[in-house]
C-alpha cells in the first residue's frame, strides 16, 4: 500500500466515523480486521493490499487527529468557504478537506502541496471535477493564509 493509498483509506475512516460517533481508535481497528477489509477489496482497490505498520501508524494519528481537532479544522473550512455554510459541503469534500488541513498542520513530512494534490485528486474520484475545484479553491486560499512550513 502506497501513502496515496492510506491517505484515501483514511478519507473512508473518517468519512464512516463522520456517521458512526466510533471512538477513532475503534474505527481504525475495526475497518483493518482481515474479514472487513478483505470484504471491501473486491469494491474498491484502495483495499486490495492491506497496510503495513507504518501506514497503520499514519492512519491512527490522522483519523484520531482529526476527531481530536475537527472543531478547529471546521472552522478553517468555514472561514475560507465563503458563502456556504458547511452543512452544504458534501460530508466527502468535509473529511478530505479535514484531512488535508491536519496534514498540513500538524505532519511535518506532508508537503502543503501534496496534502493540497492529493484531497483534490480523492475529491474527484469519488465526489467529481466540481467538487475537486471546490476543494482546491478552499485548500489553496487556506495554505496562502499561512506562514510557511520550513524545508518548503
Not at 21 to 28: A, D, L, R, W, Y
Request: hydrophobic share 40%; with cysteine; charged share 30%.
Amino acid at each position: 500500500m502506497t501513502r496515496a493509498n492510506a491517505r484515501e483509506l483514511a478519507v473512508h475512516l473518517i468519512y464512516g466515523r463522520d456517521f458512526t460517533g466510533e471512538e477513532p481508535e475503534e474505527i481504525v481497528a475495526l475497518r483493518l480486521e482481515r474479514e472487513y477489509y478483505t470484504q471491501l477489496s473486491g469494491e474498491n482497490p484502495v483495499y486490495s493490499d492491506r497496510p503495513n505498520p507504518s501506514q497503520v501508524a499514519y492512519l491512527d494519528n490522522v483519523v484520531s487527529g482529526v476527531a481530536n481537532r475537527c472543531d478547529e479544522l471546521d472552522a478553517f473550512i468555514r472561514q475560507y468557504a465563503i458563502s456556504w455554510d458547511l452543512s452544504r459541503i458534501s460530508r466527502l469534500a468535509r473529511a478530505v478537506m479535514r484531512l488535508a488541513i491536519f496534514e498540513i498542520l500538524y505532519m511535518d513530512d506532508v508537503p502543503t502541496g501534496v496534502a493540497i494534490s492529493e484531497a483534490v485528486r480523492i475529491v474527484k474520484k469519488y465526489d467529481g471535477e466540481d467538487t475537486g475545484a471546490f476543494v482546491n479553491g478552499i485548500l489553496g486560499s487556506f495554505a496562502r493564509g499561512l506562514e510557511p512550513k520550513e524545508d518548503q
